[in-house]
Nanobody, 124 residues
């Protein structure tokens, strides 16, 4: 079993920055890819960014490309999302995910473990 715990969310003005963190614990594997997804009220869960264990290979959604950067520290079992130039439309609950994803990093169904989420609110 793997447990994921997000932190770093909060309230920020448009144009500001936040850094989200996700701590992994339990029976983790170095085969796990990790990702960030978000869900706004009334909308479906949306892919934000993902990163593989090795390489690393990263992927970012078009809506956040150039503004958000995903990274991981394998030794510390930590995942990060550095968010800059935040927009009101970035407001959502952000979820950390992990799993043995063979392909399709943007597909939420490929992930086995999920955190409870952290709220990000961007005011204008």
């Amino acid at each position: 079993q793997v447990q994921l715990l997000e932190s770093g969310g909060g309230l920020v003005q448009a144009g500001g920055s936040l850094r989200l963190s996700c701590a992994a614990s339990g029976r983790t594997s170095n085969n796990y890819a990790m990702g960030w997804f978000r869900q706004a009220p009334g909308k479906e869960r949306e892919f934000v960014a993902a990163i593989t264990w090795s390489g690393p290979i990263t992927s970012h959604a078009d809506s956040v490309k150039g503004r958000f950067t995903i990274s991981r520290d394998n030794a510390k079992k930590m995942l990060y999302l550095q968010m800059t130039s935040l927009k009101p439309e970035d407001t959502a609950v952000y979820y950390c995910a992990a799993g043995r994803v063979a392909s399709g990093l943007a597909n939420a169904g490929g992930y086995d473990y999920w955190g409870q989420g952290t709220q990000v609110t961007v005011s204008s």
